[in-house]
């Protein structure tokens, strides 16, 4: 049966944080009969989830209230690292097109409306890179390794809005006014799940086989988190969430969802489970709440108590 953890939490020595987090509630989003979904995201309203197959093919939401599940869009590649506009009533996303062989032959960088299913095709090519959207709507994406921004009007190659970090060939890239950065804080490594805080001072990553860690944005390490995969900001930058999994070599045999505070003194477990294996939390864009699937595939909300 599932366990909640009310109050189990690990604090370090000599930490001086005085927030505490706890569960009070878990709620499924869909069940076992509705199929199997993964990678769940709010949108930027709260008022829908969105997500998609084990394969990243496909996406679908359910409403927050109704529950009902919507499909949205089928094609190839769609559910991975896909973005929202920020009025949030459109999809980014990428598609990827392959030959009858299965040979990936092109890709495609797609906005979709979610109310009226109008679909614009923003950009065609082999060697396409995740969109990003920045606060002024601008689309952010390479292609053939060169970074191209797109507004409702023209394309242009110079960043002037918001900073963002992106990765290109295993390596943290750092725009900010249009002058790009190359970070390696750790040095040679493979970088992962690189994120800005909620005001652009510190850079969130993950580098493969060292841990997690929190610099500021020209690369200084600030935080070492140590283990704390898919590590993801809270809205007000004061937590991340992370999990913990273990595999047999072959598929996930345990995963176990975490908060840890920014300054990495204070640990919360948020689950202990045997029956359920919690993984890829994504935090609500207007509160404490986390989103997250299960092995099976079915999508649950958490709500944190923080005070």
Same mark, same amino acid.
């Given at each position: 049966?599932?366990?909640?953890?009310?109050?189990?939490?690990? !604090?370090?020595?000599?930490?001086?944080?005085?927030?505490?987090?706890?569960?009070?509630?878990?709620?499924?989003? $869909?069940?076992?009969?509705?199929?199997?979904?993964?990678?769940?995201?709010?949108?930027?309203?709260?008022?829908?989830?969105?997500?998609?197959?084990?394969?990243?093919?496909?996406?679908?939401?359910?409403?927050?209230?109704?529950?009902?599940?919507?499909?949205?869009?089928?094609?190839?590649?769609?559910?991975?690292?896909?973005?929202?506009?920020?009025?949030?009533?459109?999809?980014?996303?990428?598609?990827?097109?392959?030959?009858?062989?299965?040979?990936?032959?092109?890709?495609?960088?797609?906005?979709?409306?979610?109310? $009226?299913?109008?679909?614009?095709?923003?950009?065609?090519?082999?060697?396409?890179?995740? *969109?990003?959207?920045?606060?002024?709507?601008?689309?952010?994406?390479?292609?053939?390794?060169? @970074?191209?921004?797109?507004?409702?009007?023209?394309?242009r190659n110079v960043v002037k809005a918001e900073p963002f970090v992106y990765i290109e060939n295993t390596k943290m890239v750092y725009y900010?006014?249009?002058?790009?950065?190359?970070?390696?804080?750790?040095?040679?490594?493979?970088?992962?799940?690189?994120?800005?805080?909620?005001?652009?001072?510190?850079? !969130?990553?993950?580098?493969?086989?060292?841990? $997690?860690?929190?610099?500021?944005?020209?690369?200084?390490?600030?935080?070492?988190?140590?283990?704390?995969?898919?590590?993801?900001?809270? *809205?007000?930058?004061?937590?991340?969430?992370?999990?913990?999994?273990? #595999?047999?070599?072959?598929?996930?045999?345990?995963?176990?969802?975490?908060?840890?505070?920014?300054?990495?003194?204070?640990?919360?477990?948020?689950?202990?489970?045997?029956?359920?294996?919690? @993984?890829?939390?994504?935090?609500?864009?207007?509160?404490?709440?986390?989103?997250?699937?299960?092995?099976?595939?079915?999508?649950?909300?958490?709500?944190?108590?923080? #005070?």
């Amino acid at each position: 049966m599932k366990k909640l953890l009310l109050a189990i939490c690990i !604090l370090y020595a000599g930490a001086g944080y005085a927030q505490r987090v706890s569960v009070s509630e878990v709620i499924p989003v $869909t069940q076992k009969i509705d199929g199997q979904y993964f990678f769940p995201r709010f949108s930027p309203g709260d008022d829908k989830i969105f997500f998609s197959s084990s394969n990243y093919n496909g996406l679908w939401y359910a409403d927050q209230q109704q529950k009902a599940i919507t499909p949205f869009v089928s094609e190839q590649g769609a559910g991975y690292e896909f973005a929202f506009s920020r009025d949030g009533k459109s999809v980014v996303y990428r598609v990827n097109e392959y030959s009858e062989k299965g040979i990936k032959i092109s890709q495609k960088i797609v906005k979709k409306n979610i109310e $009226t299913n109008e679909q614009q095709i923003i950009e065609t090519g082999r060697y396409l890179s995740s *969109p990003k959207v920045l606060v002024n709507n601008e689309i952010v994406y390479t292609k053939d390794n060169k @970074m191209v921004v797109k507004s409702s009007s023209s394309s242009r190659n110079v960043v002037k809005a918001e900073p963002f970090v992106y990765i290109e060939n295993t390596k943290m890239v750092y725009y900010d006014n249009g002058v790009k950065k190359v970070l390696s804080p750790l040095g040679d490594v493979h970088y992962i799940w690189p994120s800005l805080s909620p005001d652009k001072t510190k850079l !969130l990553f993950s580098a493969l086989g060292i841990g $997690t860690f929190i610099t500021d944005v020209n690369g200084k390490v600030l935080v070492s988190l140590g283990e704390a995969r898919y590590p993801r900001w809270s *809205p007000d930058g004061k937590w991340v969430s992370y999990m913990i999994d273990e #595999d047999d070599g072959h598929v996930i045999t345990s995963s176990e969802l975490y908060v840890v505070s920014a300054d990495g003194k204070t640990k919360f477990q948020l689950t202990d489970t045997k029956d359920r294996i919690e @993984m890829y939390a994504e935090w609500a864009n207007t509160s404490n709440d986390l989103v997250f699937h299960s092995d099976e595939g079915q999508i649950f909300v958490m709500k944190l108590k923080i #005070d």
